[in-house]
């Protein structure tokens, strides 16, 4: 007799599990259905918020970090667009566009305290820029006489800040 009641109060206990995750899924989908965008239109992170991890783009990078350079992303608009940020910091360092093995651009807020005196440069605390990156750009070889060791060929990174609103050229650091 223990056994059959033990058994029955199993089977209600599962069927009042399966029947809240049923009104969960119910609602979930209900959710999805009336809310303003179709379901199609939605991506698995936004249909599951939380549980996948999104990719996002990396905006720190060590040269940067080591000046104490840092970036942000942001929703704002930039009133400059990507390629024109591309051929303003082309027109700026033509040398660097037409050598460089790769080139990456990014769009952020730039975080550069004054930290040295005399003064170098502004206080930049989010400002919105362009970060036009030339990536192994070729460095002329040097006399290998005194260190016969020493690679033939080394690569530079040229970073290329513009403001985002004006394409000023605010900065350039090569790394």
Do not use: C
């Not at 942000?72 to 566009?97: F, G, H, M, Y």
């Amino acid at each position: 007799m223990a056994k059959k009641r033990q058994s029955s109060h199993f089977r209600s206990g599962t069927a009042v599990v399966g029947g809240l995750l049923l009104l969960i899924g119910f609602l979930w989908l209900s959710w999805i259905f009336l809310s303003h965008r179709s379901p199609a239109s939605l991506s698995p992170t936004q249909l599951l918020p939380g549980l996948i991890a999104t990719p996002t783009p990396s905006l720190q990078f060590a040269p940067l970090l080591a000046q104490g350079i840092t970036l942000r992303a942001t929703d704002q608009k930039p009133a400059l667009s990507r390629q024109q940020a591309v051929e303003i910091a082309n027109r700026l360092e033509p040398d660097a566009a037409s050598r460089a093995k790769g080139t990456d651009t990014r769009y952020a807020l730039l975080s550069y305290p004054m930290t040295k005196t005399p003064v170098i440069h502004p206080d930049w605390n989010n400002v919105a820029v362009w970060m036009v990156l030339y990536q192994q750009i070729p460095q002329e070889s040097g006399d290998t006489s005194f260190d016969p060791k020493s690679p033939s060929q080394s690569y530079h990174d040229l970073y290329v800040f513009l403001d985002a609103n004006s394409g000023q050229e605010l900065f350039s650091l090569w790394a």
